[in-house]
């Protein structure tokens, strides 16, 4: 499969780069390129590119149809489960969303997905500002308590969490950003993802949402932290 992608990638960057001069030459990249494509069901790709050969036009033709199936039913539970969940999209993250993840191409970023019971499901940034560390969790469904991920997440310690404060629900504050007016708002350990939308969560960004972890003992920290976002 790697060697497909290798393959592939290599066509992407002679179409898309200029490297091919036209003709017989760009021809060959574009038909090794679906074939890839085909191999690795590259919907995007195959959309982008066609070929006169019966056969392959067979093979993309089954391609893109179950794709275009896959999106409708997608599109259509995200729109319904965003709508019951009071949730607007937003194309891109903000920027300082982005620069926690200053490696991370925001287009590759994942967006909500939906279980086959209907359930919403979303990536989500946990934040330790206390040691400037992050983890994340792949996936959080909407009924899905905070208490549920974190004993998951606390079940051993981190390397750089040497005093073992992050090992227990009941030694750390949760908080959230208000997208509406950027005001902090406690999480709490109970609380369903589902109780956040709406009131606090007003949309998602490509389903990224971030969650700030501070321990309760460090009184400093949670002044400071707290005091950035008071008006």
């Given at each position: 499969?790697?060697?497909?992608?290798?393959?592939?990638?290599?066509?992407?960057?002679?179409?898309g780069g200029g490297d091919c001069d036209g003709g017989e030459r760009n021809e060959?990249?574009?038909?090794r390129g679906i074939k890839c494509a085909i191999k690795l069901k590259d919907a995007p790709f195959l959309r982008s590119f066609s070929t006169t050969d019966p056969e392959l036009q067979k093979q993309v033709k089954v391609i893109l149809d179950e794709a275009e199936k896959r999106e409708k039913q997608q599109n259509q539970?995200?729109?319904?489960l965003l709508k019951h969940h009071n949730l607007h999209?937003?194309?891109r993250c903000e920027d300082e969303l982005l620069s926690m993840l200053p490696d991370v191409d925001p287009s590759s970023l994942p967006t909500?997905?939906?279980?086959?019971?209907h359930h919403a499901t979303f990536p989500m940034l946990v934040l330790y500002?206390?040691?400037a560390q992050c983890d994340f969790i792949e996936s959080f469904r909407d009924d899905d308590t905070f208490a549920q991920h974190?004993?998951?997440l606390f079940a051993e310690p981190a390397p750089w969490d040497t005093n073992h404060k992050y090992t227990s629900a009941k030694r750390v504050r949760l908080f959230m950003v208000r997208q509406e007016g950027g005001a902090l708002v406690e999480v709490e350990m109970g609380w369903r993802l589902r109780d956040v939308?709406?009131?606090?969560?007003?949309?998602y960004q490509r389903g990224l949402l971030a969650v700030h972890v501070l321990p309760k003992d460090n009184v400093e920290l949670l002044s400071e932290f707290t005091g950035r976002f008071r008006n």
């Open positions: 499969m790697e060697r497909w992608t290798d393959c592939l990638n290599d066509c992407k960057m002679s179409l060959k990249v574009v038909l539970l995200q729109t319904h999209y937003k194309e909500v997905t939906i279980t086959h019971d500002p206390e040691h974190f004993a998951r939308f709406g009131e606090i969560i007003s949309q």
